[in-house]
């Protein structure tokens, strides 16, 4: 685990000399762009702001809401921004604008919103090149209220929203991670499992995962942060296999940010506020007294190692039950994957390649499918005890209380009289 931890700070502080080395083959690279954002603008309309949006070519994107704190998101297919975009100051019931490519080649926009916002998303239909929609804060009209609202095709179900999962495949591209002896490469290994791990979440209802790497190329430890945040992911979960010296060392470990770490990545935020969209706890930092900025921080991160922990500890009793734990508790480490102020985050060591016993196990596919699924598991079960508001865990939790309720009813004035 040492080995990782100086692998990991290493590649932390050479990103930059990394980022320029990776010029991917089209193979392992995401889908080239095959259009251009060319402009985003915000504009008052009244009680409302009009949001804009302009391509070069004629699009069909993707419309949804997002919740705590709310935004609006449009994903755009295979698409670039224009090197002289400039992305809108915020406007009325719009607070920011925030811009991110996806791992598939598509890029996000996303607009934070007031809490009380109303968004009116443009008509479903043909592809366009400009498309624009309303935001507006003030109470509807008595018409406006007695029309029934229209459900768009991406809106939330009303079962509740799914939690997004982010799965983090270890590694990639030019970084192999560890060797075992047979050869096994740990960049390979942990592909496939956070695969089987991504299918099995996406099979089941009131879930999603996005993976940050969905192939064979590098990406920096920031970056893998950067994509999970933008993709609304209330859990992340990276899934390694590491190597120790001793071959005899074998089992599972899952990891959580120490307090140490936090407080190297608390003194970060603070000193990138200006610069940086970083967030704590869906807040920006760049118009914030530095004394407020550090209590926003500490408080976030707070809350996201304790529910960290919590949900560490799901998987790590899951996969007990499918392989050995090399560690019985969850360890605590300053890794930079699991830095991420405002989303809960664990490290998953499946196993230790350098163990011959674990790299023969975890070249069967059998064995590799059993620990993607002991993970879901843990994952699952953290969403049952601590579902997110709004979310199909949360309605369920409701229902089944309903139901423990209506079964404890007295069964009416003649009950105990047979």
Do not use: C
């Not at 991917?24 to 095959?34: E, I, L, Q």
């Not at 890794?335 to 196990?361: G, N």
Request: net charge positive; glycine share 6%.
């Amino acid at each position: 685990m040492n080995r990782l931890f100086r692998r990991l700070s290493v590649l932390s502080l050479s990103a930059s000399l990394l980022a320029l080395m990776t010029i991917a083959s089209p193979a392992s690279a995401a889908p080239a762009p095959g259009n251009q954002l060319q402009s985003v603008r915000l504009e008052p309309a009244g009680d409302s702001t009009r949001l804009i949006v302009e391509l070069k070519n004629a699009s069909t994107p993707t419309f949804f809401l997002l919740e705590s704190p709310s935004r609006a998101v449009i994903d755009l297919p295979r698409t670039a921004a224009s090197a002289a975009l400039k992305l809108p100051a915020p406007s009325g019931a719009v607070r920011a604008v925030r811009r991110g490519p996806q791992a598939n080649g598509d890029l996000r926009l996303v607009f934070e919103l007031d809490p009380a916002a109303r968004v009116d998303w443009p008509a479903a239909g043909a592809a366009q090149r400009r498309f624009e929609f309303a935001v507006s804060t003030a109470s509807p009209t008595p018409a406006a209220a007695a029309l029934k609202p229209v459900k768009t095709e991406h809106a939330p179900p009303a079962e509740g929203r799914d939690v997004i999962v982010a799965i983090d495949a270890g590694h990639g591209g030019q970084d192999p991670g560890a060797i075992g002896r047979g050869g096994t490469r740990e960049k390979d290994v942990v592909l496939d499992i956070s695969r089987q791990l991504t299918e099995r979440i996406n099979r089941e209802p009131g879930m999603r995962a996005i993976m940050t790497r969905e192939g064979d190329y590098f990406l920096t430890l920031r970056q893998r942060i950067k994509r999970a945040r933008e993709a609304g992911a209330q859990l992340f979960v990276s899934v390694h296999a590491d190597s120790v010296r001793d071959p005899s060392v074998s089992g599972s470990s899952v990891y959580v940010l120490s307090l140490k770490g936090a407080t190297d990545e608390q003194a970060r935020l603070l000193a990138d506020r200006e610069n940086a969209a970083d967030l704590a706890g869906g807040v920006s930092l760049e118009d914030k007294d530095p004394v407020i900025a550090s209590v926003l921080v500490d408080l976030a991160q707070s809350a996201q190692i304790s529910q960290s922990m919590v949900a560490a500890e799901r998987v790590l009793r899951s996969l007990g039950r499918v392989n050995d734990v090399r560690k019985p508790l969850v360890q605590q480490a300053g890794f930079v994957v699991l830095k991420s102020p405002d989303i809960p985050s664990m490290l998953v060591e499946t196993a230790f390649i350098s163990s011959p016993a674990d790299e023969r196990l975890l070249g069967k596919p059998e064995r590799r499918e059993a620990l993607a699924n002991a993970i879901f598991d843990g994952v699952k079960q953290y969403f049952i005890d601590h579902p997110p508001d709004g979310s199909r865990f949360a309605r369920a939790r409701v229902e089944q209380r309903q139901v423990i309720a209506t079964a404890e009813e007295p069964v009416g004035t003649n009950a105990g009289k047979l």
